[in-house]
């Protein structure tokens, strides 16, 4: 195999991976966020022996293997291709944009077991090419109802398993609409193939950028493009509010799971061998990625889950008030060339602020630079690095004028406690 070929703005895989500060990124796309403890143990080890060792969980799920030589890159793509860990091309691989409850299968208060439905929408999106033309950053995504689902996550497309008169059925939710489309559960994939193949042909139409299905919704209509699509059956259903992240011991059925997070999602392969260990060792022998950073270890009695959150210590985020989770931050320095300033290693000293570490509604972001890319939405305090300081912009994005400028980190400490004492949930 070549050298990868990188395209600037592409939505990175492994199969294109994106070229960073610290080497090439290589995203991995879990199905269904299901990994068995010994396919995690080979990720870890060839994230020790072609990149720097660091793995990040990303918030849709995905693993990201970071400082990959490029004379590295294709012995990693062999060594994955071997155990089943990497699509027949890099279009198979864009478009698999699909996040699944993580605990599909093994939650008792889900409505049915979404994996085979899962299985189905990935088959359909690889297998037919006319979908390969979706934007990079097109996602899916299936809930299957249970307690611990991934409602709210944000998707293009979401398939949300509901019961309507003993009969289990699926919503179609497009964005955030409240008008959605009921379907059979063996529908899905059509369905989907259906409503991506209208975004793209009116997309191509077009005289807009069309990206997202909220840019199609505001073009033509949800009606319209439901109808588009073939699909009639329509209710309105308002969106379920997000579930909290499950960190810590969740009984299930016999056994239950840990879920455990390392800040900001980002694993060193040591660490993620051994969890993959324990996993195989005390419980099923899976790992579940989440979108809210946290690794599930399922299969876990009380006993076996004590001993983790015991051996896992305050390094790791294993409670859902952990002031971490309160605070995002981008790679930042080394990690991006585009950063001055050193976010993780901030990030972490800033959650001792004691606004942050009671439930107050308050959230933190360190961003390198005003790009902003991992977190788009409008947040409380974002801090955006600039020539080596902060500069502080309040209740907006990266890119919003700040407030303050140039402030170093003991400045910019006190700024956020300035500013926290004013902010109420
Ligand atoms: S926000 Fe800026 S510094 Fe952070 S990862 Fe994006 S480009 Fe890099």
Redesign the pocket.
Known sequence: MNAPSLIKGWCPGALRPMESGDGLLVRLRITGGSLSAQKAQIIANAALLHGNGLIDLSGRANLQLRGVGASQWPHLIADLSRHGLIDQDAEAEAVRNVMASPLAGLDPSALLDIRPVVKALEARLVSDSALHALPGKFGFLVDDGGRFGVFGQSADIGFEAIKSNDEILFAIRLGSSETVALIAPDQVADSAAALAKTFIKTSNKSDKSLKRIKDLIFLIGIKALLHEAGLIRLITLPPKLATLPPFGFHPLDQTGFVGIGAPFGRWSANNLTALADIAAKDGMGELRLTPWRAILVPGLDAKAAQSLIEKAGPEFITQASDPRLAISA???MPA?R??SVR?HEDALAFAALPSLSRPSGIRLHV???E????NPTATTAVLV?KNGLYDLVVNGK?SDPPRLFGLDKVAAEAALKDLFKGVSR
């Open positions: 981008c790679p930042g991006c585009n950063a976010t961003s390198g630079c790009k902003g890319c991992a690095g990266a």
